[in-house]
């Protein structure tokens, strides 16, 4: 079993920024692959951005490539979101997820955080 817990949300402007933390325990080593997803109201749960945990190789939606970047600490480990440029669209729960496949396939997530709240203000 692996657990997830984020931290980092809040309530920041359009043009902000944000940095969201995901801290995990438990059975590490079974990990490959961490990702972030987020859920708007009244959607479906997306796909935001994904890291492999041994190489860091990365993978973005399109959305929000050039303005939100991925990155983890092994030692700490701990996955993060910065996120730039922020905008009211951008507005979600944020979810981390790890799961033992590859990072470059959106599907697949086995372990899931609880969520954290980040709201863009226009």
């Known amino acids: 079993q692996v657990q997830l817990v984020e931290s980092g949300g809040g309530l920041v402007q359009a043009g902000g920024s944000l940095r969201l933390s995901c801290a995990a325990s438990g059975s590490i080593f079974s990990i490959n692959a961490m990702g972030w997803y987020r859920q708007a109201p009244g959607k479906q749960r997306e796909f935001v951005a994904s890291i492999s945990w041994s190489s860091a190789n990365t993978y973005y939606t399109d959305s929000v490539k050039g303005r939100f970047t991925i990155s983890r600490d092994n030692v700490k480990n701990t996955v993060y979101l910065q996120m730039n440029s922020l905008k009211p669209e951008d507005t979600a729960v944020y979810y981390c997820?790890?799961?033992?496949?590859?990072?470059?396939?959106?599907?697949?997530?086995?372990?899931w955080g609880q969520g954290t709240q980040v709201t863009v203000s226009s």
């Open positions: 997820a790890a799961k033992r496949g590859a990072y470059y396939v959106k599907e697949g997530y086995r372990y």
